[in-house]
């Protein structure tokens, strides 16, 4: 396994191409390229970063970038329902497999997020372009290594509870908001093989993926979730009787 962590950045570039204006003056090039010139930025050499958007042929997630991909990263908002069912089940498999996975924001309805939960992952929402307060609740977490407590965002989408996933693995983040709802902002699971990360903080609407503090919990998460051991897949196999004294 190559030292260099191998990342896709897959984002729907739907609102950004629709003519969105504030949104196009938050993230002109599109939410996945600002995401990873974060990545770019706190890994430096210690990365391959790319990057893929829904419009791409077969959403520009083959088997080949798949399989080249160490950590994937998903941000989707209006267009879940055009993401195809073949492709998001490859995701989940290469994940059962392996393959990291960090979810942002309102990747949480997403299909692949959905399917690797079993839940219907819904939520509380207001956009009114609150205060929100990213507080580190599992300090020896990798994730937040190096991230200050609390994380200030000036303006952002509250997301509240009650946020319908199963019970965390790790719960590193809880979020706080102006109008007093809390948030479980950033959670980790292992499934099959993989390991995956949801983090809320990033709407469209607020340039959220600029803030120094949110690119490193993105870049320390890739670093987390990346393969601890060859990708394979896992199958129900027969074994005869005493296979393991041999």
């Given at each position: 396994m190559s030292d260099s962590i191998r990342i896709t950045v897959w984002n729907e570039f739907v609102h950004e191409t629709r003519g969105d204006a504030v949104v196009v003056a938050n993230y002109p090039d599109g939410i996945h390229e600002v995401?990873?010139?974060?990545?770019?930025?706190?890994?430096?050499?210690?990365?391959?970063?790319?990057?893929?958007?829904?419009r791409d042929p077969e959403h520009g997630l083959t088997e080949e970038v798949l399989a080249q991909t160490d950590v994937l990263f998903w941000w989707g908002h209006i267009a879940h329902d055009e993401v195809s069912d073949e492709?998001?089940?490859?995701?989940?498999?290469?994940?059962?497999?392996?393959?990291?996975?960090?979810?942002?924001h309102s990747g949480h309805y997403s299909k692949v997020f959905k399917r690797l939960m079993g839940t219907t992952c819904s939520l509380k929402w207001r956009n009114?372009?609150?205060?929100?307060?990213?507080?580190?609740?599992?300090?020896?977490?990798?994730?937040?290594?190096?991230v200050p407590h609390p994380i200030r965002i000036e303006r952002q989408e509250m997301y509240g509870e009650f946020f319908d996933i199963p019970v965390p693995d790790e719960?590193?983040?809880?979020?706080?908001?102006?109008?007093?709802?809390v948030f479980r902002s950033g959670v980790?699971?292992?499934?099959?093989?993989?390991?995956?990360?949801?983090?809320?903080?990033g709407d469209?609407?607020?340039?959220?993926?600029?803030?120094?503090?949110?690119?490193?919990?993105?870049?320390?998460?890739?670093?987390?979730?990346?393969?601890?051991?060859?990708?394979r897949t896992l199958t129900a196999d027969q074994h005869p009787l005493g296979w393991f004294e041999g």
């Open positions: 995401v990873a010139a974060g990545l770019r930025e706190h890994l430096g050499d210690g990365a391959s970063v790319a990057t893929a958007t829904l492709v998001a089940q490859r995701v989940v498999d290469h994940v059962h497999a392996g393959m990291g996975l960090v979810v942002l009114d372009g609150e205060r929100e307060l990213v507080w580190t609740v599992m300090p020896g977490h990798p994730i937040a290594e190096g719960e590193v983040f809880l979020s706080t908001f102006a109008g007093g709802e980790a699971y292992t499934r099959g093989l993989g390991r995956v990360f949801y983090f809320s903080p469209q609407e607020y340039p959220v993926y600029h803030h120094p503090d949110i690119r490193r919990v993105l870049a320390n998460a890739a670093r987390w979730a990346r393969p601890r051991g060859e990708r």
